[in-house]
C-alpha cells in the first residue's frame, strides 16, 4: 500500500527553519518557522532549530488544500516542540524555554497570547479536536516524576483547564509510555507500553480497553469498528488492518506500507493520527503523507 501526498510546503519558505509542524483536526498541514532561527547541536540525533532570542515573533503557514495563508504569533518565549490548531481561529503551543513551568500556551486569532499553563513534562503527543478538547500524552520520564504527566493521558479544555487524567481499571497496567495516539471529535485512541492495550477514552466519560496483537506500533488510523495500526513488532513499514469487538482487537490482514512511488518507508517522525486518517512525514518537516482507512 502506497501513501499518498498531503502537502508540501511553499518554495518560498525554502529557505527557513521550521520549529515544528502537524496536521490538524480540519486535515490542514501547519508549519511554524521563526525568520531568526539557527540549528543548535543536540547529543544525539539531527540539530535542532532555535530562535536566536527571546521573546520572537514566529510565522505560521497553514496550508488547507492548496490554499495557503499566513498567521504570525508575537511575543514568543517557548522552544515549541508541539503545536495545534483550536476552534476559533486559535492555537496551543508545548514547548521549553523561559516560561518555566508554564510549558503550554493558547494564542487567539490576533496572535496574541492569551493564557499560559502547566502542562506536565515528557509530552509525547499534543492533539486538538474540533469540540474544544485537548489532550496531552506521555512518556516514561514525565510519568514518574511529574504528577500532572503520571497518568499518561489528560485531557484539557480550550482553555488550557485540565478536565480529566486516565485511571487504569482495577487489574490493568497503568500507562507507562504512549507509543501510538489517534484523535477525533470526542474521543482519543491510544496504545501504550508496557501491555500495549488499545485504549478508547471519550470525553463523556466512557472508557474501553481492547487486547491487541500489535506490540510497540507508531501509529493507528481507526473508523467505525476498523483499525489500521502502523509499525510495531519491530517491523516499522509494517501496516495491520485489524477489526475491534467489544473486548479486544483481531488482525485482518497485514500489508508493507510505501512512499507514493513505490519507494521502501525507512524512517519517519511520529505519525500523526486523525480519525480514519494517518498523516506522516520522514525526516524533512516540510513534506506531509497520508493514508487512511
Same mark, same amino acid.
Request: proline letters at 7%; aromatic letters at 10%.
Given at each position: 500500500? +502506497? ?5 508540501? #510546503?511553499? &518554495? ?6 521550521? #520549529?515544528?509542524?502537524?496536521?490538524? *483536526?480540519?486535515?490542514? *498541514? ?124 489528560? &485531557? ?16 490493568? $497496567? ?13 474521543? *482519543?485512541? +491510544? ?26 506500533? +507508531? ?33 485482518? $490482514? ?21 480519525? &480514519? ?5 520522514? +525526516? ?10
Amino acid at each position: 500500500m +502506497a501513501l499518498r501526498p498531503h502537502a508540501l #510546503l511553499p &518554495r518560498q519558505y525554502d529557505h527557513q527553519k521550521v #520549529l515544528a509542524t502537524t496536521v490538524d *483536526a480540519w486535515g490542514r *498541514a501547519l508549519w511554524m518557522i521563526c525568520p531568526d532561527a539557527e540549528l543548535r547541536p543536540r547529543s544525539y540525533g539531527r540539530p535542532y532549530p532555535q530562535p536566536r532570542t527571546r521573546p520572537y515573533d514566529a510565522l505560521l503557514v497553514i496550508d488547507s488544500g492548496g490554499a495557503v495563508q499566513e498567521q504570525w504569533l508575537h511575543d514568543m518565549n517557548l522552544r515549541v516542540t508541539h503545536l495545534d490548531a483550536l476552534p476559533n481561529d486559535r492555537f496551543v503551543l508545548q514547548g521549553h524555554g523561559a516560561a518555566g513551568d508554564q510549558n503550554a500556551q493558547i494564542y487567539g486569532r490576533d496572535g496574541r497570547r492569551r493564557r499560559s499553563f502547566v502542562m506536565g513534562h515528557a509530552v509525547e503527543y499534543l492533539m486538538a479536536d474540533r469540540r474544544h478538547h485537548v489532550w496531552s500524552a506521555y512518556f516514561d520520564e514525565g510519568v514518574y516524576s511529574d504528577p500532572i504527566s503520571a497518568d499518561g493521558l489528560v &485531557r484539557w479544555d480550550s482553555g488550557g483547564n485540565r478536565q480529566w487524567g486516565y485511571r487504569p481499571p482495577e487489574g490493568i $497496567e497503568y500507562i507507562d509510555t504512549v507509543y501510538a495516539f489517534n484523535v477525533d471529535d470526542g474521543v *482519543a485512541w +491510544a496504545n501504550y507500553y508496557p501491555t500495549f492495550p488499545l485504549l478508547e477514552a471519550r470525553t463523556n466519560g466512557e472508557i474501553r480497553l481492547r487486547k491487541s496483537p500489535v506490540v510497540a506500533p +507508531a501509529g493507528m488510523a481507526v473508523h467505525g469498528e476498523q483499525v489500521i495500526m502502523l509499525g510495531g513488532c519491530r517491523q516499522p513499514d509494517r501496516l495491520h488492518r485489524c477489526r475491534m469487538t467489544e473486548h479486544e482487537v483481531l488482525l485482518v $490482514e497485514e500489508a508493507c506500507l510505501t512512499l507514493p512511488n513505490g519507494a521502501p518507508l525507512r524512517g519517519y517522525a511520529h505519525p500523526v493520527g486523525r480519525g &480514519r486518517h494517518l498523516y506522516l512525514r520522514g +525526516a524533512s518537516p516540510r513534506q506531509w503523507y497520508v493514508m487512511g482507512v
